[in-house]
């Protein structure tokens, strides 16, 4: 079914902005809008790009076609109307159309449209920003490309002063990516968490010396990168990815003392005592959550079953104990607190017991190979972690798995370039933000050199309180709603004279209800400058082309 045509009348064609083209003409559907346009150079300034003569000639009408961003949530293309030249140069002769600025060099597209999409692309799919502005999804990921481009162009980023490595899996391969911890900007991604790529991707930041901490997780490349590239920087490694590994040797000691209670119960030879002794153990319901949890965190009703699984075995009492001393180390307040701590957890580890191997491995590899990054966390302002990066990484997935075949360039021009794009702020009106920049334009007073033209907000208000009113300086083009009261614009002073004309209509519509009339004050009058541009009627109106370009440069209408 094809879509209505409307045809806008002369006041509704949109001003594009495009100081190159003069609009005159619109024809728009539900969702799509062309704009026919025609070039503003004048004849007497077109020059012929191959010899630079000025002697040229029209040579034929050629029609071009290219897309602009979206107006009023329609998509927009351009219709230009233009001719083809000849030089009438004689050793030149050849034939040319006219090159405009806002187009790109594709002549598919404007500037400022493929600016637009490259910074959509940067936080949504390739196809989404397509279906936006009716473009085909391979057109958005060649506009996206200049950023890869621009990206081997990158001149080396300031290291950070707390520095966050982590690798991601990304396309089957462990890739690690750098992060500014105290401002949550993803600085690069690399390509191997190997040492000698790791190392090369630390020496492309500038100031490694001002490094001062770096968290990592216990990965031997990142060590050793570290200890060559920044040796003045206090290496931490992550909590997260200690407790982590903690937690799954609780979990599979759990399993075990759960399967050798199960063996013990079939081994009963009383049926009816069997039968007993199994009700009670899946009663319990021993889950994971039970020693994995911190007690802090726990609710009353799983302490209180908790107590009751330790009691009726005294396999899961020793775990829970483990547990409970190895989160002391953690709540430790110092480094020689938090050393001490350890000691007491590692002495309490049985030392033959199949279910506790995993956390004799912890004990004694993990921590003599991390001693002194584990413990450094305990030495850094603030106690820093990875959760940053690790939030980050999750950003990463989540960009991948929304785009679905995205190569390693693409993905890592959208995360450098798109992690240091902060969320819009809230609209703010710019007459505030101008009175707030401006604070001599809040205490402006009358001078003999100053024109300012006021805007007010209600006719009825009293003529004190339109005076107190802050000023808010009005472009004489713009038009709408001027009201020229006494002290309303300023310059040369004459003689005091009575209020007249609106002056007077509003002094009379102020007072209307008083019981006794006040005298028509007299003011100074002002000399009265005017812009032959400001067009305005009597009731603060303001003429359709002035409405037109003040909604296209403000986004609100007068």
Not at 49 to 73: K, L, Q, V
Request: glycine share 6%.
């Amino acid at each position: 079914m094809s879509a209505e045509v409307k045809r806008a009348s002369s006041e509704e064609i949109p001003n594009l902005r495009l100081p190159e083209f003069h609009e005159v003409d619109c024809l728009e559907t539900d969702l799509d809008m062309e704009v026919f346009v025609v070039p503003t150079i004048s004849s007497a300034k077109i020059k012929c790009p191959h010899c630079g003569s000025s002697e040229t000639i029209s040579h034929g009408r050629e029609e071009r076609f290219f897309r602009d961003w979206n107006i009023y949530e329609k998509r927009v293309g351009v219709t230009v109307d233009g001719r083809r030249y000849k030089c009438r140069n004689p050793e030149c002769g050849k034939t040319f159309a006219l090159s405009f600025d806002c187009i790109d060099d594709g002549g598919k597209l404007t500037k400022r449209l493929r600016e637009t999409i490259q910074k959509d692309a940067l936080n949504n799919t390739f196809t989404s920003v397509a279906e936006r502005y009716g473009l085909g999804a391979t057109t958005v990921k060649e506009a996206f490309e200049s950023y890869t481009d621009i990206l081997r162009l990158r001149p080396d980023v300031k290291a950070p002063r707390v520095l966050g490595l982590d690798e991601c899996h990304l396309q089957k391969q462990m890739r690690p990516v750098y992060v500014d911890l105290e401002n949550a900007i993803i600085l690069e991604m690399g390509r191997s968490v190997k040492k000698d790529d790791v190392t090369r991707d630390l020496l492309r930041f500038k100031d490694l010396d001002k490094v001062e901490v770096v968290t990592t997780d216990m990965c031997a490349g990142y060590k050793s990168a570290i200890e060559a590239v920044l040796p003045q920087a206090i290496h931490v490694v992550d909590k997260f990815h200690v407790v982590k590994l903690f937690l799954e040797a609780v979990e599979s000691a759990r399993k075990m003392i759960c399967d050798d209670i199960r063996k013990k119960i079939e081994a009963i030879p009383n049926k009816d005592k069997r039968q007993a002794e199994w009700d009670r153990f899946t009663e319990l319901n021993i889950d994971s959550y039970m020693f994995k949890m911190n007690p802090e965190n726990m609710a009353d009703w799983r302490l209180n079953k908790l107590v009751e699984i330790c009691d009726a075995y005294h396999e899961f009492g020793v775990l829970a104990t483990l547990r409970d001393l190895f989160f002391q180390i953690y709540k430790a307040e110092n480094r020689e607190a938090a050393i001490q701590a350890y000691w007491k957890w590692k002495s309490r580890i049985p030392r033959r017991m199949d279910e506790y191997a995993d956390m004799r491995r912890i004990a004694n590899r993990t921590f003599k190979t991390w001693e002194n990054e584990i413990f450094n966390y305990f030495d850094v302002e603030g106690r820093k972690t990875n959760a940053t990066t690790e939030r980050l990484n999750g950003a990463i997935k989540s960009m991948q798995n929304m785009g679905r075949g995205y190569s390693y360039e693409v993905l890592r021009a959208k995360m450098l370039f798109g992690s240091q794009t902060s969320k819009a702020p809230l609209y703010q009106r710019p007459s505030q933000l101008l009175e707030s920049n401006d604070s001599s334009l809040a205490d402006v007073k009358p001078s003999e050199t100053d024109k300012l033209y006021l805007q007010t907000s209600s006719v009825g208000q009293e003529l004190d309180d339109m005076m107190k009113n802050i000023p808010f300086e009005v472009h004489p083009t713009d038009g709408g709603g001027v009201i020229e009261a006494p002290g309303y614009y300023c310059g040369k002073e004459e003689e005091a004279q009575p209020l007249s004309g609106f002056d007077l209509l509003m002094f009379n519509e102020t007072h209307m209800h008083d019981e006794v009339k006040p005298e028509i004050p007299t003011v100074k009058q002002e000399a009265k400058v005017r812009n032959p541009d400001l067009e305005l009627v009597q009731n603060g109106g303001a003429p359709i082309d002035s409405i037109i370009k003040y909604y296209q440069e403000h986004g609100e209408c007068i």
